[in-house]
């Protein structure tokens, strides 16, 4: 896994798995004390599983807890099955797309 900031996102690609978890969440939690909004986009995120969308939903948590808050961009098919499977998708918040006229 890959992990690039920009401003106040986070780039993440390749297998965000039980293996990324830990380097994924130090850099979650190490960009959420530097920004009061942080964007944690996952378009280049190939595969995901369980371990790494409940660091999500606990970051998610964190993030408002102490007053930030934490939104995912480019959730792919896969992000999004796993999110609904795991029924995660109620604790995080995904952004909204733009549809083209």
Do not use: K, N, Q
């Amino acid at each position: 896994m890959d992990i690039v900031a920009d401003g106040p996102t986070l780039v993440l690609s390749g297998d965000f798995d039980v293996r990324s978890t830990p380097e994924a969440r130090d850099a979650i939690y190490d960009h959420l004390a530097g920004h009061d909004e942080v964007v944690l986009d996952l378009t280049e995120v190939g595969a995901v599983d369980l371990t790494a969308l409940r660091l999500l939903a606990v970051a998610t948590l964190v993030a408002t807890r102490d007053g930030h808050h934490m939104v995912l961009r480019g959730c792919g098919p896969s992000v999004r099955r796993m999110l609904h499977l795991s029924r995660l998708r109620a604790v995080v918040e995904l952004e909204r797309e733009v549809v083209g006229a």
